[in-house]
Structure formats: C-alpha cells, structure tokens
C-alpha cells in the first residue's frame, strides 16, 4: 500500500468517526428531550393527583348531569367530598338492617356532615354547595306494601339527619328508591340533590350543626339491608 492511499485511509477513517460522534450526538440530545418531557408529563400527573386529593376530587368518576329535584333542570356537579358513614352497628357486621315495624334506626353520628367535614375550603365565587346521599343497599319492598301513616306511597328507605348534639335542633329526610329485591342483595342509589337552604327550609337553623344519621323503611312491613352509605358534597352554580 503506497503513501497516497494510506493518507486517504486515515482521512476516511477520521470522516467516519466524526460521523459516528455528530449522530451519537444528535441521539443523545433527542433521548434527553424525550425524558425530560416524560418526567414532566409524570410531575404534570403527579401535582393534578394530588390537587384532586386535597380537594377531594374523584379521578375516576366524575359525575354528568343530574336532576337536582324531579323534573327540575339538570345540573353539572363538581364533586368536592365524598364522606363515608361508619355505621354505629352492635356487630362486626359491615352492614345494618332497619326494619318498618321498629321505627327509626340509628346508624351514626356524624360532626358537621354539612359543614366543615364537606369542605375546608372557601366555596368558589357564583357556587354554592349541594349534597345527596349514595348508598348500597336492598329491601323487599314493593308499591303495594302496606304504608307507615307519617309517609306516602310508594315505599322508600327515609334517610333522616338530626342536628345537634342531642339531636333535638330540627331534622331533613331524604329517601332512597325502593329496589324490588331480597334484603340480602345489593344494588346502589343516590337521594334528590339537596343544598343549604333546603336543610334550613325543613326548619334547621344551623344546618352545618353535627348530626344524628337514622334510617326507617316507610312500610311498616319493609325490610332494609344497608351495606354502604355515604354523604356526597359538589358546587353547583348559585
């Protein structure tokens, strides 16, 4: 191999690791972009998880429009807490039965289920906050169950909240639908939206007061298994 070629080796071999170093460059610069936005999508992520945390936000189930009462405009809730009752039972059972023919049943008490347990924050500007009650649970009622005077046909599951530390300032009822089924089975159901001033309406002059929570299915032969029961807090637009 003579000196002309050995020189125009040299230069292509230089030419090729000049190439190889430009392009492992170039890699190197795309692979950090890529993970830098990764890591910031992840930080992005992370900060919204926990801003919904603190706010009580579900991330999985945001609910639509619902009828706030009856046939009354559908609004947008912005869901704000969901509190979840631990029932006050004399068993290990996880569930309690309330039965028609024994009156109201207590089932917990609970501070300021309407007040500062819904939420810490300052509600928005032109919001107001709303409630209603989710529940798991079954019964065996029917409409042409025999009726408890104090209440109208059809028979529900009465959800009544007694304010005051003796439970004596005034009182609201909601109702869960009957289910058609067996006490022993499940299904899931949600009372009418409720706010403030509905709570002040039914003669409570606090309604942020702590609360006695009872349940009373409203036929005097209904039976009611409640497995789960839970007080949902939203801001609907004033």
């Known amino acids: 191999?003579?000196?002309?070629?050995?020189?125009?080796?040299?230069?292509?071999?230089v030419i090729a690791i000049v190439v190889i170093l430009v392009v492992r460059h170039f890699l190197s610069q795309e692979n950090?972009?890529?993970?830098?936005?990764?890591?910031?999508?992840?930080?992005?992520?992370?900060?919204?998880?926990?801003?919904?945390?603190?706010?009580?936000?579900?991330?999985?189930k945001t609910p639509g429009p619902?009828?706030?009462?009856?046939?009354?405009?559908?609004?947008?809730?912005?869901?704000?807490?969901?509190?979840?009752?631990?029932?006050?039972?004399?068993?290990?059972a996880p569930q309690v039965t309330v039965q028609g023919n024994q009156g109201w049943t207590p089932l917990a008490f609970a501070y300021g289920p309407f007040g500062y347990a819904a939420t810490s924050e300052p509600?928005?500007?032109?919001?107001?906050?709303?409630?209603?009650?989710?529940?798991?649970?079954?019964?065996?009622?029917?409409p042409s169950f025999n009726m408890n005077p104090d209440f109208q046909s059809p028979p529900v599951t009465a959800v009544q909240f007694r304010f005051g530390w003796n439970q004596d300032q005034g009182n609201m009822t909601v109702e869960l639908p009957l289910t058609w089924g067996d006490p022993a089975h499940q299904r899931d159901a949600y009372s009418e939206l409720f706010t403030l001033d509905d709570i002040k309406n039914a003669g409570v002059s606090d309604p942020t007061m702590h609360a006695g929570i009872w349940a009373l299915p409203t036929s005097e032969s209904g039976v009611t298994t409640i497995y789960k029961l839970a007080i949902q807090s939203y801001y609907v637009k004033a």
Do not use: W
């Not at 509600?123 to 029917?142: C, E, I, T, W």
């Open 32 to 60: 950090f972009a890529n993970e830098h936005k990764h890591k910031h999508h992840i930080l992005k992520t992370h900060h919204k998880v926990r801003h919904e945390e603190k706010h009580g936000h579900d991330l999985h």
């Open 1 to 13: 191999m003579n000196q002309d070629t050995c020189m125009k080796v040299a230069v292509y071999a």
């Open 123 to 142: 509600v928005p500007h032109g919001m107001k906050l709303a409630f209603r009650v989710y529940a798991v649970y079954s019964d065996n009622m029917q």
């Open 66 to 92: 619902v009828h706030t009462h009856g046939n009354g405009p559908a609004q947008e809730l912005v869901p704000v807490n969901n509190r979840e009752i631990i029932f006050n039972s004399q068993s290990n």
